[in-house]
């Protein structure tokens, strides 16, 4: 009981400080002067220049000051791109989005999370009752193991508990239409196992073209997308063929497989971050086998990226860390590692930005300063074109007009 007491107090206490750094409302009319504007479909910087963000919109951006009864920020030439699109993530709780909306991030798409967590925390963004960041949801995992914790959410599918679980084509059938009666917004399904428990194997299939086909038709009666879990070769071969929109990892993909994911258009997400975590003390993973396993497959994955990129596979930036307390990896490293397996910074900066925008379909919304696009700025003190670690500090985030973070203001 005493344990019990003591997480509440400790719930209750994160909610608190969470909507303490929040602003009770949006402010409607803010001016950003003295701005250095990044435009990242072609990587020219507009300097001196005033962004005016008016009920959570770009209004405008100009050489024009501040419109009258806006609330003023000078940024003394500081550096604006858009907000970070994280395009995977396991965000459980509100101080995980906390934390993500403090690197930086204005949306995410969620890549699996338990109990349809990610649908709350999209629909209390929507609502304007938290700053953001703007989630995608996701729900389970479409996987031959599925969460056991579904069983709870759909006691109608407990016959899916016993072996061999969801693994004919009415099971899976059934589980992506239990994800679908929760407005999710994305299907995930694992094409290959799991690279971040000990007891798997990355390498190893778990579907075949013809289960995950069964699975993006069922999906696709809602004209939903498919992100796949994939690893091994034939398994992320296998998911291309099968038409899903992204790739998820990629780590063996063979050249045959990034030719197609070119011609096709899907996306790929390395989350090549994350395979740093495994081989760092701390963060979301801290085991010796997997250590060993992080640093044989680092420079696979690099040499994935690379190919891709000189392939024109499109690829976008995804985390794959769930923004808890002890999380090292955040999508601006994830752009710092593009860069580093030979991404220019614009391609990196576009890989979190715009090509990301497009992968979710929100290109029209989000992922550039451009008048009439979402209100999702992020400030930085030097040029990220130049030296892409700069999207490590932020310095303010605005997510749907509403101010996140301000670091600009210290001084009395």
Known sequence: MRRFLSSSVVSALSVAALTAQQPASPVNLIALTSASVVDVRTGAVTRGATVV???????????????????????????????????????GSLPQMRAA?????????????????????????????????????????????????????????????????????????????????????????????????????PRRQLYSQEELRILVVEAGTRHVPVMAHAHGAEGADAAVRAGVRSIEHGTYLTDDTLQMMATQGTFFVPTADIVNDLTEPGGDYDNAGLKRRGEMMRPILRA????????????VAGSDTGYGPNSIARVAREATELVGAGLTPLQ???????????????????????????????????NPLENIRTLLDPLLVVSNGRIGLDRLSFGK
């Open 53 to 91: 963000l008016r009920d959570g919109t770009i209004d405008g951006v100009g050489m024009a000051g501040a419109p009258a009864g806006a609330r003023t920020i000078d940024l003394r030439g500081r550096y604006v791109v858009p907000g970070l699109i994280d395009a995977h993530v396991h965000i």
């Open 101 to 201: 909306l403090d690197s930086g991030v204005t949306t995410v798409r969620s890549a699996g999370v338990s109990h349809y967590v990610d649908v709350g925390l999209r629909e209390l963004v929507k609502r304007g009752h938290l700053a953001g960041p703007e989630m995608v949801a996701a729900g389970y995992h479409v996987r031959p193991g599925v969460a056991a914790e579904i069983f709870m959410d759909f006691p109608e599918l407990g016959d899916l508990l016993a072996p061999p679980g969801v693994t004919t084509a009415d099971a899976i059938r059934r589980i992506v239409r239990a994800n679908l009666s929760r407005g999710v917004d994305w299907i995930k399904t694992n094409a290959t196992e799991r690279a971040g428990t000990p007891d798997t194997d």
């Open 304 to 315: 994935a990226i690379a190919r891709a990129a000189a392939l024109g596979v499109k690829i």
């Open 348 to 382: 990196a900066l576009q890989a979190a930005t715009i090509t990301n925008a497009e992968m979710l379909r929100l290109e029209k919304r989000i992922g550039a300063i451009e008048a009439g696009l979402e209100a999702d700025v992020l400030v930085v003190d030097g």
